[in-house]
Every structure is written in structure tokens, then in C-alpha cells.
């Protein structure tokens, strides 16, 4: 073998490929897990793309609705008693097809997400657009804007030639056009206290996150007018019912944020939608103590110093939850953060799963961190063992037991496979300091040098066996033989595998939790049989084909190796015990 050859072989003994590759592909990800704060917005990570109806309020009854559930409770608001129905049933309710009409008739710019939502409610009831659009006519828009929060249009029903003034917007808008309401189908006066009673239930619901709409109407003479006036068609209407939207939440997120929290991981609300949404949001998810907690608005985060952001920001024990931002108020709360020296990410993708994944990233990572003494442990050992073997070879002018292309195979193949597996592995989590610590420890040194050492004087006594067996004599040059050379490094290769997915195994307690620890070793072992049975691989990597004493004595080394050190593990376990009772 030439210089260069045997320095290649040298070099990689001492470098520890799998680990070097393992740390620099992990290298991004790992920072995920020394995140101390999370700043998540709102609208499509906690909850999700699209809206629902949750809520309608109808006279003296409050319907409650859950995605994608066929029965709805309704709340008798005299007895409180609730009664659960089939979603069916409402469409035999004459007030909530009125309000269909007028949902089809009445438009507004500003509410079109939440028309849409109303709509396609509708729409699943069998209260459909075009079933509408056959029975009424519409007659006349009423000019509406931004400050009315109110949108009127007046409608002429085609079988009966009745005219109606249909009016929907904002709960306080319309109440102030009412004077009566439908209680069990007949109209009564709208008195203060029940105004009372509906803002009462309206400020319940916008205190769920649910965004009120309600709905009004008015009879208006036969006979159709040139032009129809806001005075006319928005005074003295009838009070039909309310409809609460929301969008839901994320619930998949909930369990993940919580355990989160157990981490010591701090999570703030930062969105730009409305306080009071957000409040209620927030409460689900458990991300603010009802009883201590404040809601800072942009308008007023924009008023504060950096570092009275830093101060209130330092008050670990109190939540701060952040509404209404616009993107620099954001990018304000990161700064600030940093400054602290906090690990911080931002969650900025609209996206039901970008927490999720975030999470599950955050997770990842602090497992692979407490992996990482097994890891070491696995790719240092094989490497003690490599030196020892390579070691001994030159100075007795043994075979070298390893070529260039084997120990590749060890290091990128074997130690690789089994280490990547080891990632998986269900571990007790410590921080990277931790982990510094207990490599740098004593116990642990120890213990990679006794299997390093072991794993070498293994191999050195099977190398010098079969070297002897094909006729080499200690301290003499090797004969001219190639094959002496070749078959140890089969022999050797093999012995490599066995052992360090062996080892592999023993690193978790409970092997069959990690199915990638089993795949990898079937690999493994079925990789050995491979490269010294099938010819092909021969040729390519130099290697000769096992004889059958060679496996047998393979299996020998290796099932003695169990044998002795589980006897070992015993009596010392047996010796441990005796001390303790003494």
C-alpha cells in the first residue's frame, strides 16, 4: 500500500464523519430549540381559513352551532333549559328564511367576508341564493356608507305583490331603527329592557370573538314609489334576530401550545385584528391569565420608549397580549426582544399549520440536542476502536484491517444510518450546556473509552487469528498474498456493523419505540451479508467473500461479547445491592 493510501486511512480512523455530518445538517434546525419567546399573529395560525355561523339569536331562543356537527342546541332564554335538533329543523323557521332574503338583497362592502359566511350558511340549509331570487323582486338600493354600518334595499315578494324594506348592520345601528320585535310570531313593542337584554346577550357573544349581525324589516305600502328615502325605509322597522360568525380555532394547536408553556417557552399574541377578538382568542388557547393580564395596542405600543417595552416585557409573571399592530409595531417587539437577549420567532405565515409545524420544529430539536451523548457516545467509540485496530497493524506488520473504502462504508453507511436513527430516540431533555457537561464528564469518557478499547481488542484478536491462519508470522513483512489483506478487512467490516448497531440498540430502553433504530439495523446487517456474498460489491470495494468458520467465529466473538458483559452487568448490579443492605 502506498504512503498516501495509508495516510487517507490514518486520517479518516481519527475523523468522525458520521458526527461532523450530523452536526452541520442539524446546525439550522437546532436553533429552533433555544427559543425562549414565540410572537404568533392570529387570523389563519391560530385559527383557522374560513368562517362559520356559531351563533342566532331569534326572539327568545339562542341557537348554537359547531362545525361540521348536524345538531344544534337551542336555548330557551325564559327556562334556560337547552334542547338539541336537528340542523334540518331550521329550515322550517319563517324568521331565519326572512333573514335568508335579506341576506341575498342587502349588501355591504365592508362585511363581505362575513356575508359570505352567512351566505354559504344558508346555502347548507337549503336556503338557497336562487330559490330567493324566483320569489322577491328588488326594487331599490338604499345608498349606504361606512359610518351608517347599516345596508337597506327594498324588495317586492312576487306571489303576495307585498313590499318590504330589508335592512341588516351593525346590532347598535339597527336597534336604533327598531321600535318592534317578533316574539312567538307576533309583533310587540321593542321596549328598553329588552334592548337591555339583547345588548346584554350581543356584548356575551362579542366577548366569544363572534362578529354580530342583525337583521331588520318593514312593511311599506303596495304601491312602488319613483324613489324610495332613508328616512322612509330605516325608521320604525322590526327586529328580527341576530347571526354571531367567527372563524374556528386551530384546536390542533391547543395541546402543542400548552406543553409549550411547560417548556418555559413564553408565547405573545401580536395581530393586528381588534382587541376584543384577540382577548377572546387568546383566553382559548390559554395564552393569557383572565385574572393578570394587558392588552397593548399599537396606537399605544407607539407611544412607549424601548425601554419601557423591555421593562414590561421583563414581567415574566404578567401577560401581555399585543392588538391592532400595523408591521413596524411587530418588527418593534422583535427588536426589543433581542435586545433582551431573548431567542425569538415570529410566526408571520398565514397558515392553520405554520404553529404547528413551529412547534413540532422546537421539539425536534431540544430531542435531537438530548440525543446528542448517544450520538457522541455511538461515533467517538467506533473511532477509538479504528485507531487501536490501525494502530497495532503497523506496529506488528499485521494486514491493515481497514481500506479506504471500507471505513467510508462504516462511517457514511453504518455510524450514519444508526445515528440519524438515534435522533429519534425518546430522551429525558437537557439543554446544550447540559449536554456540553456530561460529554466533558468523567462517566462519559470512561465508558466511550472501555467500548471504544473493547470494541478494538475484538477486532485486533480477529484480525491477528485469521492473519495467522492464511500465514503470517508476527514481525515479519506480509506476504505477497493480497488476499490476507483482503480478507481481514472483510472480516473486520463485518465485525464493525454487528457491533456498532448492537450498540445502537442497547442506547434505547425500549427498542420498539424507535422503528427507525429496527429498519436501520435489518439495514445494516443485510449491508454485511451483502458486501462480502454478492460478487459485484467484491469487486468494487475489495473484498472477499466470508467462509463459513469466519461467521461462525464472528457469532462466537459477538454472542460471547453478550454473554460476558451481561454476566458482568449482573454481578455488579448483585455487588451494588449487597453494599446497600450492608
Known amino acids: 500500500m502506498d504512503l498516501l493510501s495509508l495516510a487517507i486511512i490514518i486520517a479518516l480512523a481519527f475523523l468522525p464523519l458520521s458526527l461532523i455530518i450530523i452536526k452541520v445538517f442539524s446546525s439550522q434546525n437546532l436553533k429552533l430549540a ?24 331569534l326572539d327568545k331562543y339562542k341557537i348554537s352551532l359547531k362545525e361540521n356537527k348536524k345538531m344544534v342546541d337551542i336555548l330557551n332564554y325564559d327556562n334556560n333549559e337547552i334542547m338539541s335538533v336537528d340542523k334540518d329543523h331550521l329550515r322550517k323557521d319563517q324568521i331565519l328564511k326572512l333573514i335568508s332574503v335579506i341576506t341575498l ?48 334595499s327594498v324588495v317586492k315578494k312576487i306571489d303576495t305583490k307585498e313590499v318590504f324594506a330589508l335592512s341588516k348592520g351593525h346590532p347598535k345601528k339597527i336597534l336604533e331603527k327598531c321600535t318592534r320585535i317578533i316574539i312567538n310570531n307576533e ?25 354580530i349581525t342583525a337583521f331588520a324589516y318593514k312593511g311599506l305600502p303596495y304601491k312602488i314609489l319613483d324613489k324610495y328615502t332613508e328616512n322612509f325605509t330605516e325608521q320604525d322597522l322590526i327586529f328580527l334576530g341576530l347571526i354571531g360568525t367567527a372563524t374556528p380555532l386551530n384546536l390542533k394547536a391547543k395541546k402543542h401550545i400548552q406543553e409549550l408553556k411547560d417548556k418555559g417557552i413564553k408565547i405573545n399574541v401580536a395581530t393586528k385584528i381588534k382587541e376584543r377578538n384577540a382577548v377572546a382568542i387568546a383566553k382559548e388557547f390559554n395564552l393569557i391569565n383572565p385574572q393578570y393580564f394587558e392588552v397593548i395596542t399599537g396606537k399605544y405600543l407607539r407611544t412607549l420608549s424601548k425601554q419601557k417595552i423591555e421593562k414590561m416585557l421583563q414581567n415574566t409573571e404578567k401577560d401581555f397580549l399585543f392588538a391592532e399592530l400595523q408591521q413596524k409595531d411587530k418588527a418593534l417587539l422583535e427588536e426589543v426582544l433581542r435586545d433582551m437577549e431573548e431567542n425569538v420567532v415570529t410566526i408571520k405565515k398565514r397558515n392553520p399549520q405554520s404553529l404547528i409545524n413551529l412547534i413540532e420544529g422546537i421539539f425536534r430539536a431540544r430531542s435531537v440536542i438530548s440525543n446528542f451523548e448517544k450520538i457522541f457516545f455511538h461515533s467517538l467509540s467506533c473511532k477509538i476502536a479504528q485507531i487501536i485496530l490501525i494502530a497495532f497493524a503497523l506496529i506488528l506488520k499485521a494486514p491493515l484491517p481497514f481500506t479506504i473504502s471500507s471505513i467510508l462504508i462504516i462511517d457514511l453507511v453504518i455510524n450514519l444510518l444508526n445515528e440519524i436513527a ?16 456530561k460529554i466533558f464528564s468523567r462517566p462519559f469518557i470512561k465508558n466511550t473509552l472501555i467500548h471504544g478499547v473493547t470494541l478494538g481488542l475484538i477486532g485486533l484478536c480477529l484480525l491477528t487469528w485469521n492473519s495467522l491462519r492464511l500465514g503470517w508470522e508476527p514481525g515479519e513483512a506480509l506476504p505477497p498474498q493480497e488476499m490476507i489483506s483482503l480478507s481481514s478487512v472483510s472480516l473486520i467490516l463485518v465485525l464493525f456493523i454487528i457491533f456498532q448497531t448492537n450498540k445502537a440498540f442497547e442506547t434505547i430502553k425500549y427498542k420498539l419505540k424507535n422503528i427507525y433504530l429496527i429498519f436501520t439495523g435489518i439495514i445494516s446487517l443485510l449491508l454485511a451479508y451483502s458486501l462480502t456474498s454478492i460478487q459485484l460489491f467484491q469487486n468494487i470495494f475489495n473484498l472477499t467473500e466470508l467462509r463459513k468458520i469466519e461467521w461462525e467465529i464472528i457469532a462466537y466473538i459477538f454472542v460471547s461479547y453478550i454473554i460476558i458483559k451481561f454476566l458482568i452487568k449482573n454481578a455488579l448490579k448483585i455487588t451494588k445491592n449487597r453494599v446497600s443492605e450492608d
Open 187 to 211: 309583533k310587540v313593542e321593542l321596549t328598553e329592557k329588552i334592548k337591555r337584554k339583547l345588548r346584554k346577550r350581543i356584548k356575551v357573544l362579542n366577548q366569544k370573538g363572534q362578529k
Open 34 to 57: 433555544y427559543t425562549t419567546r414565540i410572537l404568533t399573529s392570529i387570523r389563519n395560525v391560530l385559527t383557522k381559513d374560513y368562517g362559520i355561523v356559531k351563533s342566532i339569536l
Open 422 to 437: 438515534l435522533r429519534e430516540t425518546e430522551s429525558k431533555e437537557i439543554s446544550n450546556a447540559d449536554l456540553n457537561k
Open 105 to 152: 338583497y342587502t349588501n355591504f362592502s365592508k362585511a363581505e367576508k362575513t356575508e359570505s359566511v352567512i351566505k354559504n350558511f344558508f346555502n347548507g340549509l337549503r336556503l338557497g341564493i336562487q330559490k330567493f331570487k324566483n320569489d322577491y323582486k328588488l326594487i331599490a338600493k338604499i345608498p349606504t356608507t361606512i359610518e351608517k354600518k347599516l345596508s337597506t
